[in-house]
């Protein structure tokens, strides 16, 4: 059979079953009536201000077994259509709609979504509209539901109330929606060229090599181009994608589609006719391996970094005193060794169940990232109550008997001991980023998970390094101080470090929090915390009164209770030097033909203060950039942001800091090091 009666074979096969699966509706038209798809129209704020707007959403929710359908619904199906009655001076934009999934049915490719999304779009209201206008949004919208067998047309009136207002947005709102806006594809700031050869379509799409594709799928919204049930073929060349198809349909001009990076990750992508560069290097499709040479590097990178985390002053002070509890007992080699394999197991257990944590939230379609616990108020709190025991303890004023007979938990020999320890410098190391450290926790995007496992792994082995090599080397070992009364001196002077880790946890607290009514709890919770570790220690001595501990317990307990609430409401403005990072933002700089300066930070991340310190806010620094033009964006993650960890995903990280230079008429930015010094960045503006 030549190509031409194997095409005519395949259109009639397709339309058959197309007829056949709507046909259905004309033996039984109740079927239309039934809803497969739940739906509802939410606003982000039920009082957009005038002159302003605000974003609604209509969720859909598909029975099991039924899918609803993209924008373009492939070679069967069509997406959401509304008919808006729409109050005089309000405008809706048209929706977007969330990455959908390759779905092949009878031979035919459906674009579709099977479990639950939302599609947005914005809503504008004119500057003329007075404070208190009902301004209740309704349409007449119509969509297509279909299962394996079957599909049915269906129609419903949705409908909204808003009223003209002040643009408040709940805290709750706010984060449902970032949620939904997480899942919608980032516009591509180039376009790319398509050409037709013969009876191939080919695209190549601008994207760094630093940025590869999971599970790449290219959906064409521009129909009449391509055969959507045909293999698609994915290769790299150089910082291109090259797409390779069979065409069917003769579209010609631009071309507008989503390139799916992974699962729910894709990119907008727009397409001009243009001359297409040869394939290269084949993308591997998912399952089909994974690069060596990038996990391998990824795992060196992971324990180095950790390695170097030991430095920071919230882990060191934890090192040391392990390490020099292990001089003072006297251990001997089997003692020591013993000591060390528990450490480091704390130290690879914790960092693998945050990693796994990690994993297992982006599967769900969280956008998080490494160190994603402390974009949480209760948290930073659960963690500065633990330094402030820690830097109690230190100083003397209690100890802590299930930790050892009396001595504090850097103390404590054994395997318990060695563990546990472990696995707290690992949790309170998760702050801190450094050199190799971004690079590679951000190879664990486009790693599978049980390869990116082991990259977590390699982190917590970087951070138990030194320990594991007291506790295995007995030269190291034997060059450890002999004991004396200085140890006890040592110990307090290691309280500082802890203390100042203590102090910058209050801080973070602060500007998460606000210096509003929800710092009240909060603040009793510290206190009473405070409260009672300096009393336990009183007790310990010989003071009997007992009946404060209780009291301020009971405190306790009442004030965590109430922070929880507090903080559940609890919003944060961000600062920094420059403006508030977007994508819209970005694109308007980079039009204004200046450099563009574009760094992601969050109050948490030590190596982030220190840039901002030691280079981007120094004096000389800020004159050379306002010299030159240099527009500066802040990207501020401390509380998360959806928006901002695809942005890192695109660029190979899952951590802050990151540091983006846009030349002037640069098609891509240059990556700048993780720890910058004036020098390169006045250098940078002087060119």
């Known amino acids: 059979m030549d190509r031409r009666k194997d095409g005519f074979v395949t259109v009639a096969w397709r339309t ?42 209509l969720t859909m929710a598909p029975e099991k077994g039924w899918h609803g359908y993209w924008i373009n619904g492939g070679d069967a199906g069509f997406g959401f259509n509304v008919e808006w009655n729409l109050p005089e001076g309000v405008t809706v934009s048209a ?62 009136v949705i409908a909204v109330k808003l009223i003209a207002g ?37 695209f190549a799409i601008p994207l760094p090599a630093g940025t590869e594709p999971d599970t790449p799928h290219l959906f064409l919204e521009t129909r009449e181009l391509v055969d959507y049930a045909a293999p698609q073929a994915f290769s790299r060349n150089g910082d291109h994608i ?46 089909a391996g994974i690069d060596i040479g990038l996990f ?40 020591a060794k013993v000591e060390a394999l528990a450490y480091t197991g704390g130290a690879v257990v914790t960092a693998l169940l945050l990693g796994g944590t990690l994993l297992a939230l982006r599967a769900a379609g969280e956008q998080v990232g490494w160190a994603f616990q402390l974009q949480h108020p209760v948290s930073v709190l ?27 938990l850097a103390d404590k020999g054994g395997a318990a001991g060695g563990f546990w320890t472990g696995a707290l410098a690992a949790f ?54 002999q004991p004396g009364p200085w140890m006890a001196r040592f110990r307090k002077w290691m309280a500082l470090p802890m203390a100042l880790t203590t102090l910058a946890l209050v801080w973070l607290l602060w500007r998460q929090l606000g210096s509003g009514p929800q710092l009240i709890w909060p603040v009793v919770a510290v206190a009473m915390a405070l409260v009672l570790f300096t009393h336990y220690g009183a007790i310990q001595r010989g003071d009997r009164r007992s009946w404060l501990l209780i009291a ?27 403006s508030t990072f977007s994508p819209a933002m970005l694109a308007e700089a980079r039009a204004s033909g200046k450099p563009v300066f574009v760094y992601f930070t969050a109050d948490w991340c030590v190596t982030c203060k220190a840039n901002e310190a030691a280079a981007i806010n120094r004096e000389v620094v800020q004159k050379a950039f306002a010299k030159a033009g240099v527009v500066t964006l802040v990207g501020d993650w401390t509380n998360g942001d959806p928006m901002i960890t695809r942005v890192l995903a695109e660029h190979g990280r899952n951590s802050v800091p990151l540091y983006l230079w846009y030349a002037p008429g640069a098609a891509e930015p240059e990556v700048l090091p993780q720890i910058l010094t004036p020098g390169l960045l006045t250098g940078k503006a002087q060119r």
């Open 296 to 335: 391998w590097a990824a795992l060196g990178g992971a324990i180095l970094g950790g390695l170097i985390l030991n430095l920071m002053p919230c882990v060191f002070p934890i090192l040391s005193l392990k390490a020099l509890s292990l001089a003072r007992s006297g251990a001997d080699a089997r003692t």
């Open 552 to 578: 301020a317990g009971l405190l306790f307990v009442g004030s965590l209770g109430g922070t929880v609430t507090e903080v559940a409401e609890a919003n944060r403005t961000a600062d920094g030097t420059g």
């Open 166 to 202: 002040d643009g408040a947005i709940a805290a709750a709102s706010r984060k449902r929606f970032d949620g939904w806006r997480a899942a919608l594809p980032q516009p591509l700031d180039r376009h790319g060229t398509w050409e037709r050869r013969g009876g191939r379509v080919r």
């Open 242 to 287: 090259i797409v390779e198809t069979a065409a069917k349909g003769e579209a010609e001009g631009p071309v507008a589609a989503l390139l799916k990076l992974g699962e729910g990750r894709g990119l907008s992508v727009r397409f001009e006719p243009g001359a297409v560069p040869a394939a290269g290097k084949t993308i591997k499709a998912a399952g």
């Open 95 to 156: 929706f977007r709609y969330p990455v959908p999934e390759a779905l092949t049915l009878f031979g035919m490719m459906n674009h579709a979504y099977e479990r639950p999304y939302a599609l947005l779009a914005d809503v504008r209201v004119d500057r003329g509209v007075a404070p208190g206008t009902d301004l209740t949004l309704s349409g007449l919208a119509n969509w297509l539901a279909c299962s394996d067998t079957v599909c049915v047309p269906e129609k419903a």
């Open 16 to 57: 058959v079953v197309a007829f056949l699966a709507l046909a259905p509706l004309a033996a039984s038209p109740a079927a239309a009536q039934s809803a497969h798809i739940a739906h509802e129209l939410v606003a982000e704020s039920v009082a957009p201000a005038p002159g302003g707007a605000t974003t609604i959403a």
């Open 428 to 481: 309170v190391a998760t702050p801190c980023s450094g050199p190799l450290l971004g690079a590679a926790l951000g190879a664990t995007l486009v790693l599978p998970a049980w390869a990116a496992l082991p990259i977590f792994g390699g982190l917590g082995l970087g951070l138990a390094l030194p320990f594991l090599a007291i506790g295995f080397v007995p030269m190291l070992r034997n060059r450890l101080p």
């Open 382 to 408: 659960a963690l500065l109550i633990l330094s402030l025991a820690i830097t109690l303890n230190l100083l003397g004023a209690f100890e802590l008997p299930s930790f050892g007979g009396g001595q504090a």
